[in-house]
């Protein structure tokens, strides 16, 4: 059987605490239940500094809980090298998709 190439998703919102981490958590157990979690790059990201370094959002924390999803993560800033190698990569609202497409965050990511 021919092996299979690594995939790459990325979720982002703007603080790297709620949304993307949660989504990355989520698609994390997903492939790992379906036993292909070597074929992915799974992480999140931020489009803002904001929560740079923090923990996730306690209520985000305590739902993955209830639902028995492991979540172990440290919020970062999206650089532009991670949407370059992504495959797929999901916004979690209107700003980062326009931060991420350089309709609105300037020159920073016009090469996207």
Same mark, same amino acid.
């Not at 059987?1 to 979720?11: D, I, N």
């Not at 990355?24 to 997903?30: G, Q, S, T």
């Not at 999140?44 to 172990?72: L, V």
């Not at 650089?79 to 609202?93: A, R, T």
């Given at each position: 059987?021919? =092996?299979?190439?690594?995939?790459?998703?990325?979720?982002?919102?703007?603080?790297?605490?709620? @949304?993307?981490?949660?989504?990355?958590?989520?698609?994390?157990?997903?492939?790992?239940?379906?036993?292909?979690?070597?074929? /992915?790059?799974?992480?999140?990201?931020?489009?803002?500094?904001?929560?740079?370094?923090?923990?996730?959002?306690?209520?985000?924390?305590?739902?993955?809980? @209830?639902?028995?999803?492991?979540?172990?993560?440290?919020? @970062?800033?999206?650089?532009?090298?991670?949407?370059?190698?992504?495959?797929?990569?999901?916004?979690?609202?209107?700003?980062?998709?326009?931060?991420?497409?350089?309709? /609105?965050?300037?020159?920073?990511?016009? =090469?996207?």
């Amino acid at each position: 059987m021919a =092996e299979q190439a690594t995939k790459s998703v990325l979720f982002v919102c703007l603080g790297n605490i709620c @949304r993307s981490p949660i989504a990355e958590a989520v698609f994390r157990k997903l492939v790992t239940d379906q036993n292909i979690s070597e074929n /992915w790059r799974v992480d999140s990201a931020a489009t803002s500094g904001y929560e740079i370094g923090n923990a996730p959002d306690y209520r985000g924390q305590n739902c993955m809980k @209830r639902h028995g999803i492991p979540m172990s993560h440290v919020a @970062r800033q999206v650089p532009s090298l991670d949407l370059k190698m992504c495959v797929l990569c999901f916004s979690g609202s209107l700003t980062a998709v326009l931060f991420l497409t350089g309709t /609105w965050a300037g020159p920073q990511t016009q =090469e996207l």
